[in-house]
């Protein structure tokens, strides 16, 4: 199994421009999390998908972040427009039948300037 | 108070020795605990979880819990300088896993 696909792995963008972050769950799996780590704030849970339905978007931090699952193979974390606080490494975990054992991907280092 | 506290070190111990990484919490309702690995730039992975107090062993790793105490350990026997890496410890709640900040472990040679 190739485990969880993310891309860019980087990706350096200005100021009110739009960044997509993209996330191949690894397959069979039935639960997806996006996270966000910063050296301040450690490790945050932004949303996660069960069955690629959202289930809990509280850790979003405003309404400018957005994500979707349209199938279970795929999801997008939009941020739009970006700013420099968005600067962080994001990643993409994916688990079967639980939130315990998460897999994560190699995360999506994002630079706003 | 936050729900979860981990130093975030760096702790740096020679070959061999052995390692005590910690966590301690304040919600009583978590009820399963993890430690994950993250080497740098990538992703974290895990290396044990738990559910109830008492020990649990993995080859050179023991993780211990104290939900007495709220407190979590993870044991590494035998470091090696492979180990070097940060630890996050993961408590999970209400469908929630929150995670520490990580300790920054470096193994000298």
């Known amino acids: 199994d190739a485990g969880v696909i993310q891309s860019p792995r980087h990706e350096v963008t200005e100021m009110g421009q739009e960044v997509t972050l993209r996330c191949k769950p690894i397959s069979g799996h039935d639960y997806l999390f996006w996270y966000r780590q910063t050296m301040m704030r450690g490790l945050e849970l932004l949303i996660y998908?069960?069955?690629?339905?959202?289930?809990?978007d509280s850790g979003m931090p405003e309404d400018r972040f957005s994500a979707k699952m349209p199938n279970a193979s795929f999801s997008t974390l939009k941020i739009q427009p970006s700013e420099p606080r968005d600067s962080a490494v994001y990643f993409c975990a994916s688990s079967y039948a639980g939130k315990e054992t998460q897999y994560f991907g190699p995360g999506t280092r994002l630079l706003v300037l | 108070q936050k729900e979860v506290e981990q130093d975030p070190g760096p702790l740096s111990v020679p070959e061999g020795a052995i390692v005590s990484l910690n966590c301690t919490y304040s919600?009583?309702?978590?009820?399963?605990f993890m430690w994950y690995r993250q080497y740098s730039r990538k992703g974290p992975e895990l290396l044990m979880y738990t559910y109830s107090s008492g020990n649990k062993e993995d080859g050179r790793f023991t993780a211990q819990v104290d939900k007495s105490s709220k407190y979590i350990s993870l044991f590494i026997r035998d470091s090696q300088p492979s180990d070097s890496a940060t630890y996050l410890c993961a408590l999970n709640r209400d469908d929630k896993i929150i995670f520490g900040k990580g300790t920054r472990l470096h193994i000298l040679p």
């Open positions: 919600n009583s309702a978590f009820q399963y």
């Open positions: 998908f069960n069955n690629n339905v959202p289930i809990d």
